[in-house]
């Protein structure tokens, strides 16, 4: 098989994956048929049944983990968003990839690609609310260095925080 009939295969099982992603929004089990065709036309896919595999965040997500990725661009702040995980493939630099389903700002289904950098697990309800303690109390102590001009310990506005101290606008 050529390059072109290569590239020809892979357009015909992507726009078939398509079609069937914008079907179904919660398609992983029905897609499965549609990405072994997609496997079978570029000999380069892993695809595997969607099995629930623990994952600790290293190395690229199993096929069939729901998890983050990484996404944003210059004009919109880099953040989170849920994905699924559909296959794993060499990219052209030769390093393995993930092809992943999400839905974007649209809300439409879309298709992505990445490193295993940009994935990370979904954060447990504690990770969030660390996460936001933390903002918070950063705010505190940037709101504190304006107020008088002195930096101020952290661990102080991580006191003030977890005794019930809040910012109240006038």
């Known amino acids: 098989m050529n390059q072109q009939q290569k ?3 892979l ?4 726009r078939d994956l398509v079609a069937v992603l914008s079907r179904d929004l919660d398609g992983l089990k029905l897609i ?5 065709q997609a496997e079978q036309a ?10 629930v595999v623990t994952w600790n965040g290293e190395g690229l997500p199993p096929v069939g983990t729901v998890c983050e990725y990484r996404c944003g ?15 794993h ?9 993930a092809a992943f389903t999400y839905v ?3 809300g439409v289904v879309q298709l992505g690609r990445g490193a295993p950098s940009l994935f990370r697990p979904i954060r447990t309800p504690e990770q969030i609310a660390a996460d936001e303690r933390e903002k918070v109390i950063s705010q505190i102590a940037i709101d504190a260095l304006r107020g008088s001009g002195e930096l101020i310990n ?3 506005c991580a006191n003030l925080h977890d005794s019930g101290w809040r910012k109240v606008q006038p």
Request: contains cysteine; hydrophobic residues 35%.
């Open 104 to 106: 974007g700002h649209d």
């Open 32 to 36: 499965q048929p549609e990405l072994r």
């Open 89 to 97: 493939f060499d990219g052209e630099s030769g390093k393995r990839l």
């Open 73 to 87: 661009y210059v004009e919109q702040p880099y953040e989170f968003s849920q994905c699924t995980v559909i296959a």
């Open 11 to 14: 357009a015909e099982a992507l």
């Open 154 to 156: 952290k661990e102080w």
């Open 7 to 9: 590239i020809d295969k």
């Open 42 to 51: 570029l000999g380069c896919l892993d695809i595997v049944d969607a099995e």
